[in-house]
């Protein structure tokens, strides 16, 4: 969710994270907190936002006063079992630009599966949705977000680059690039296995977000020997992509449809269907990166984001208890899969 334009809110974050920090790495010992007129000057705030932060923390438990002597972490809210002497890491997790407020599908899909690949090592996680989109502002992001290691998911090179220089980091994209400390999915296997089943030449539609997405997808496609010739193209973001789609429809119902909103797309050729009597079920095969149910034919190109996360996190935490700020760049294969099954 997008961050409110409230700086006091960011602000008593900040403390609330430092302080969270300190506790999480107490041991079950009584840490001692800087005052509130370090921690003013620590992040440049006001004296009464820090005591804003500490009275919360307080509240709930975390923050225990010594009277004539200061605050303390509450050992008996730590975050580590009684003779554990050490913690497990924190890895962060950054997707695309950090402030989502809608997350779909495909996207708690990603969240779910990073989640367990960082608890099954023992591992906490923590979410970085500040927005950071630029150099300056993703270092300070990563400084106070207090993570031991991070694990960014399809976001800007010029940030990957940032991060990686600052913090075992492993960036995962969609498209190979020729970068340090990345996981990148290469669809040419797939493709070539997509026209073995599709043919080099069908009528097809081509629906898309942008040309980044086409690029993506048409690249392995014409490696793969596929022939554009009768493929269509439009983006959903069009003002008249729904007049330029009837239209499409109208010329001949196409043999492959690609596409990304599966629910829409097919509401609109069925109904679009059931106006002219034709049974798009069983005309139509799509392709896309969600499973195809509904009935409908085609096959779904699935990223292994399972086996990235997976990866990742052995790599981050590789990097950590080695002290390194280097891995090698590692490329998995799309998976292509049927449905119905075969």
Not at 242 to 261: N, W
Request: charged share 25%.
């Amino acid at each position: 969710m997008r961050k409110s334009s409230n700086g006091t809110v960011s602000e008593v974050l900040k403390v609330r994270h430092y302080v969270m920090n300190l506790l999480y790495h107490s041991h079950g010992r009584e840490v001692q907190i800087p005052s509130v007129t370090e921690l003013a000057d620590r992040f440049g705030i006001a004296r009464s936002t820090v005591q804003l932060a500490l009275k919360a923390l307080t509240d709930e438990g975390y923050i225990v006063a010594r009277s004539g002597i200061g605050n303390f972490v509450n050992p008996r809210r730590s975050f580590t079992y009684p003779g554990v002497k050490e913690c497990a890491p924190v890895i962060g997790f950054k997707m695309f630009t950090g402030d989502q407020l809608f997350y779909g599908g495909s996207h708690w899909n990603i969240l779910a599966e990073v989640g367990f690949a960082v608890t099954r090592c023992g591992g906490m996680i923590r979410l970085l949705d500040r927005g950071a989109t630029t150099p300056e502002t993703i270092a300070g992001e990563i400084e106070q977000s207090c993570v031991d290691g991070l694990i960014l998911y399809g976001v800007r090179k010029g940030i990957a680059e940032i991060a990686r220089k600052l913090i075992p980091t492993v960036h995962i994209l969609d498209l190979y690039a020729d970068a340090f400390n990345s996981i990148s999915f290469s669809r040419e296997a797939a493709c070539r296995e997509l026209v073995g089943k599709i043919g080099v030449s069908p009528h097809t539609l081509f629906l898309h977000r942008s040309e980044a997405a086409v690029d993506s997808m048409s690249t392995g496609l014409r490696r793969a020997g596929f022939d554009f010739s009768r493929t269509v193209f439009l983006n959903y973001n069009d003002p008249d992509y729904l007049e330029k789609f009837e239209q499409v429809l109208a010329a001949g119902i196409p043999e492959v449809i690609f596409h990304y909103d599966r629910d829409a797309t097919r509401s609109q050729l069925l109904q679009y269907g059931e106006k002219h009597g034709i049974d798009v079920r069983r005309h139509c095969r799509f392709i896309c990166s969600e499973p195809i149910n509904d009935g409908f034919r085609g096959f779904n190109m699935k990223a292994p984001e399972a086996e990235a996360f997976r990866l990742a996190v052995d790599e981050v935490l590789r990097m950590i208890r080695g002290k390194s700020l280097t891995a090698p760049n590692h490329v998995l294969d799309y998976q292509l899969i049927e449905y119905p099954s075969p």
